[in-house]
C-alpha cells in the first residue's frame, strides 16, 4: 500500500514540474511579443512592392505564407496564454523568414531587403531560442 505522504508527494513534484515546464512568465510573453513586433515591423517596413501585383503568387510563396501565418497565430495565442509552445512557434517563424529569405534570393530577387529579412528571422530565431534557455 502507498503510503499517504509519498502519493502526496508525488503529486506535489509532478504538478510543479508541469506548471513550469509549460508556463513562463508575463515577461517572457513581453520579450516574446516585442520580437515579433520589431523583427517583422522591420521586415515589412523594407519589402518593396510586388514588380507584377496583378500576377498569382507560386505555390511556394502561397506555402510558406500560410506557415508563417500559422506560425505567428501559435505564436500569438501562446504568448497570450503563456504557453511553452509560443517559443517554438516563434522560433518557427523566424526558421520560415529564414527559407523565405532564401527562397527570394533562389528566385532571382535581389536587393538589401533579403538580408534585412535573413536578419530579422534570424533575430526571431535567436530571441526564441533564448527565451527556451532562460524561461
Not at 85 to 102: D, Q, S
Request: proline share 4%; with cysteine.
Amino acid at each position: 500500500m502507498v503510503d499517504t505522504a509519498q502519493r502526496t508527494e508525488t503529486t506535489h513534484v509532478a504538478a510543479h514540474w508541469t506548471r513550469s515546464a509549460v508556463q513562463f512568465g508575463w515577461t517572457t510573453s513581453a520579450i516574446g511579443v516585442g520580437a515579433w513586433i520589431v523583427f517583422l515591423g522591420i521586415s515589412s517596413a523594407v519589402q518593396p512592392p510586388p514588380a507584377a501585383p496583378a500576377e498569382p503568387l507560386p505555390l511556394s510563396a502561397v506555402v510558406v505564407g500560410l506557415a508563417f501565418h500559422l506560425a505567428l497565430l501559435g505564436a500569438a495565442v501562446g504568448f497570450g496564454m503563456r504557453r511553452r509552445y509560443a517559443l517554438w512557434a516563434t522560433a518557427a517563424g523566424g526558421l520560415i523568414m529564414i527559407g523565405a529569405a532564401v527562397m527570394c534570393y533562389l528566385g532571382g530577387h535581389t536587393g538589401t531587403w533579403i538580408a534585412v529579412q535573413l536578419a530579422s528571422g534570424v533575430g526571431l530565431a535567436a530571441t526564441s531560442t533564448g527565451l527556451v534557455r532562460f524561461s
